[in-house]
């Protein structure tokens, strides 16, 4: 029995975009497109593969949207709906593996080191996986497995959609070069601008780089980053030990961006992502964290501790977006933004107030719309305005 690391990257295809064409057949082959509606300030959360065909992709305005895609099928973003298949989908996962990572709503990463006693090779423990989730969560997904997680990342990547790829142990090089240059997970327009200005424009050229080299002329942590990125080596994806007293989620950006919209969007949406976990975990928590990554591969991580227990996803989005201004240089772009909560302790919030705030009334519309749902055992109809922050210009 081989006691080689192996690790699946789960990730779920156009993944708002689908559960809405599995709740509506009549969607299915269509470009849906869902996020801000047309006329209306915002971007895109997400789109369907069809609709990716006319140059649509997420966090793109919703105006460029609709100029290359007017025939879409625009729907509003459904939180709680898609909260409720995600939660589906990472019960199926803990099925296979005890060790699952959950990166954002629709992906996770999965240690099956040890497991083919259990289920047999990798890649026929994919093909069971991807099985369980279309059978009983309706939604296709993409499988990567390699023996790091970085890889594995970038092999779930590579077949999509409903892919499923091995990168055998002694073909990581191989892989990244299939892959190519431009498409090697974590690396920005930005850095391979600055690459290509100093001829090393091709993964030959870097690999002959020594790793002092590397830093020496892109920084610490890019130069640090490429030298084992291009060699198919882990980079330390996601090392942090799980733990159970944390809950969060963080996105990575299509293209490094300074769009306040846009990251702040990013940002009210991981805070409902967050709070229906809190929610679904039974827990409560007064401490709110936010991580940052800049072009540059530069990550920080801040925390604040409130005087009370945060109460809704508002308080959560309000409290992350005061962290990240206190702390971001708005001067240089972000590519990635996470929030969430420490020190996560069991225990159904706080008790009722004799004078509740906006955000304790908030939070009591949340928590009854997610027991509704719960109760019902699928997505009740509730007004968009319980669920997100009002924003000008926007229905």
């Not at 409720?84 to 099925?95: A, D, K, P, R």
């Not at 990581?172 to 070069?177: G, R, Y």
Request: charged share 25%.
């Amino acid at each position: 029995m081989s006691s080689a690391p192996v690790f699946f990257h789960v990730d779920l295809d156009a993944f708002f975009a689908s559960v809405e064409q599995m709740d509506n057949p009549g969607y299915k082959g269509k470009p849906v497109i869902v996020g801000a509606a047309p006329g209306h300030r915002g971007v895109v959360s997400a789109c369907s593969y069809e609709a990716r065909k006319f140059g649509v992709h997420s966090a793109m305005p919703i105006s460029e949207a609709f100029r290359r895609c007017p025939q879409g099928i625009y729907l509003p973003v459904r939180m709680k709906r898609y909260a409720e298949v995600s939660g589906v989908v990472m019960g199926i996962l803990g099925e296979f593996s005890p060790d699952v990572r959950p990166i954002s709503i629709d992906e996770a990463s999965l240690d099956m080191t040890g497991t083919s006693l259990l289920f047999g090779p990798p890649l026929g423990t994919a093909e069971k996986l991807k099985t369980q989730v279309r059978s009983r969560a309706g939604v296709p997904l993409s499988v990567g497995i390699a023996q790091n997680r970085f890889l594995a990342k970038m092999a779930s990547d590579f077949k999509k959609p409903d892919g499923l790829y091995e990168v055998r142990p002694g073909g990581e090089e191989a892989f990244i070069d299939a892959v190519g240059l431009p498409k090697i997970w974590g690396l920005g327009k930005k850095t391979l601008e600055r690459l290509s200005a100093i001829h090393l424009d091709t993964l030959a050229k870097l690999r002959q780089m020594g790793e002092d080299s590397l830093k020496s002329l892109m920084g610490q942590a890019t130069g640090n980053f490429l030298y084992n990125a291009i060699r198919g080596r882990d980079i330390g994806m996601y090392s942090d030990t799980a733990k159970s007293h944390s809950i969060s989620h963080e996105t990575t950006f299509p293209e490094d961006t300074s769009d306040w919209e846009i990251i702040s969007l990013s940002l009210l949406d991981l805070s409902h992502q967050v709070m229906y976990r809190l929610f679904a975990e039974n827990g409560k928590s007064r401490t709110v964290s936010i991580k940052y990554r800049y072009s540059d591969f530069s990550t920080f991580s801040c925390q604040t501790t409130l005087n009370h227990l945060v109460a809704s996803a508002e308080e959560l989005y309000e409290t992350g977006v005061k962290l990240l201004k206190a702390k971001w240089n708005p001067q240089v772009p972000l590519r990635l933004i996470g929030i969430g909560f420490d020190k996560v302790q069991p225990g159904e919030g706080s008790q009722q107030e004799l004078f509740p705030t906006a955000y304790d009334r908030k939070g009591m519309v949340e928590k009854a719309v997610f027991n509704m749902q719960q109760k019902a055992g699928e997505a009740t109809p509730v007004k968009a305005s319980l669920l997100q922050r009002p924003r000008r210009g926007r229905r």
